[in-house]
T-cell receptor, first 116, second 118 residues
Framework: AQSVTQPDIHITVSEGASLELRCNYS??????LFWYVQSPGQGLQLLLK??????LVQGIKGFEAEFKRSQSSFNLRKPSVHWSDAAEYFC??????????????FGKGTKLSVKP | DTGVSQNPRHKITKRGQNVTFRCDPI?????LYWYRQTLGQGPEFLTY????????KSRLLSDRFSAERPKGSFSTLEIQRTEQGDSAMYLC????????????????FGQGTRLTVV
């Protein structure tokens, strides 16, 4: 069965430090992979997505992610974290019914705290 | 377009009562999704519509849950005989096609309806 694992429940980094959030997936076919961010009491906003091609994808707010098929991973990175990045981050894989990108399996999320 | 809109934002109900939530998707989107998110968990897929047709339902969607999208625009999610375990955030999302090649877009999420069953 398809699944997404985010091994880190909570991460704290200092403002200006680099960030890497881990995501591993289990999916039989070529995955469509996503990272979403959720601020408290809000819905989810898409940061970036991977379908095919270049395995390093750029997203909004200075985030990037690298797809590694051999490791079944899609880790999210940012070179310098800002206090406004504090939020919960979700990795997801699309089950892709007929090209739909909305049938998603999410990980449990990683909560990011930023120290001043 | 102001994005996906969900109403109400918060709902407190007594156990055993029925509740209904509404979702207005982005107007040109033909696909609509419902998710449930409990504390400390990621969103879990409940059901999916393409236009007015309900194409997929999760096993999480018990017979107390029903979703409709009668004219292929807004959708409602009804929970009958609510239980305390139904307390959660209910998220709606929509996606559609864009550009001259009709590429599918990613899912855009609303802010959710937080249900508390007391």
């Amino acid at each position: 069965a398809q699944s997404v694992t985010q091994p880190d429940i909570h991460i704290t980094v200092s403002e200006g430090a680099s960030l890497e959030l881990r995501c591993n997936y289990s999916y039989g076919a070529t995955p469509y992979l996503f990272w979403y961010v959720q601020s408290p009491g809000q819905g989810l906003q898409l940061l970036l997505k991977y379908f095919s091609g270049d395995t390093l994808v750029q997203g909004i707010k200075g985030f990037e992610a690298e797809f590694k098929r051999s490791q079944s991973s899609f880790n999210l990175r940012k070179p310098s974290v800002h206090w406004s990045d504090a939020a919960e981050y979700f990795c997801a894989v699309s089950v892709n019914y007929g090209g739909s990108q909305g049938n998603l399996i999410f990980g449990k999320g990683t909560k990011l705290s930023v120290k001043p | 377009d102001t994005g996906v809109s969900q109403n109400p934002r918060h709902k407190i109900t007594k156990r055993g009562q029925n509740v209904t939530f509404r979702c207005d998707p982005i107007s040109e989107h033909n696909r609509l999704y419902w998710y449930r998110q409990t504390l400390g968990q990621g969103p879990e897929f409940l059901t999916y519509f393409q236009n007015e047709a309900q194409l997929e339902k999760s096993r999480l969607l018990s017979d107390r849950f029903s979703a409709e999208r009668p004219k292929g625009s807004f959708s409602t999610l009804e929970i009958q005989r609510t239980e305390q375990g139904d307390s959660a955030m209910y998220l709606c999302a929509s996606s559609g096609r864009t550009g001259s090649y009709g590429m599918n877009t990613e899912a855009f999420f609303g802010q959710g309806t937080r249900l508390t069953v007391v």
